[in-house]
């Protein structure tokens, strides 16, 4: 299965490598999608962008996600790929775990990139002790992200409607995590609370909330290990 799996995985970022359509497409539109926001919001009160920022950030981390797994999704279709990929002999669980892997990793450059957006576009400080919570927010945030977009990605796949049902699908299904990852950024970045009142807020509270993203991630795992070959037969 792992076997497999790093060849799959392999397989979907050596296409991304060679099309850069993450960095052509996904990326632009994710930055693009902060700066809406941040004109909507006001950019004058800086007040207002600050304790946006969590929520903000990781709505165009899933829209992003979105966009990406209906890329991996449309090039399994085309030219009978997928055909060829189920009579490959891959263990179904195998080519799951490698297309997780390689929309993680894509996921993962894109979330650093949107991080650098939120820290110029909407003047975020970045506190030291909170360092810790985000990057296992994130960690734990894209697994989940990662396999529910796959495993819907392949329940859709087989539609002739899947471009607009794929989000329709995934949208609902990833509100939780969009809620934990975002509690758990409010107490990393205290930008639940004015901004002279940061210090008081300890990064720790958000541990919680990411104990709820790891269950909500282990549980997309699994879910995806276990349905993704009948899926991918009836795609």
């Known amino acids: 299965m792992w076997a497999d799996a790093v060849l799959v995985a392999g397989k979907d970022l050596r296409i991304e490598w060679r099309s850069r359509v993450l960095t052509n497409q996904v990326v632009p539109f994710a930055v693009l999608v902060l700066m809406l926001f941040a004109f909507a919001l006001d950019p004058a009160r800086a007040e207002i962008l600050r304790t946006a920022t969590p929520g903000l950030y990781w709505v165009a981390v899933i829209f992003s996600a979105v966009l990406a797994a209906q890329r991996s999704a449309s090039i ?12 490959s002999g891959l263990d179904p669980a195998g080519v799951f775990i490698g297309k997780t892997a390689a929309l993680a990793v ?7 990139v949107l991080m650098a957006g939120v820290v110029l576009l909407y003047h975020l400080d970045l506190r030291s002790s909170g360092l810790v919570v985000i990057l296992v927010t994130c960690v734990a945030t894209t697994v989940g992200l990662a396999a529910a977009s796959t495993l819907y990605g392949a329940l859709a796949a087989g539609q002739r409607v899947r471009d607009t049902l794929l989000p329709l699908l995934v949208l609902p299904v990833v509100a939780p995590l969009l809620i934990s990852s975002t509690r758990a950024f ?16 300890n990064p720790a509270d958000g541990w ?26 009836e795609a």
């Open 208 to 233: 919680p909330w990411i104990g709820m993203l790891t269950v909500f991630a282990l549980v997309y795992v699994a879910a995806g290990l276990l349905a993704y070959g009948p899926l991918q037969e």
């Open 186 to 201: 409010e107490y990393a970045l205290g930008s639940a609370v004015p901004e002279d009142k940061v210090n008081t807020v």
């Open 106 to 112: 894509q996921l993962a450059a894109l979330e650093v």
């Open 76 to 87: 399994e279709m085309s030219d009978g790929g997928s055909d060829a990929l189920r009579l």
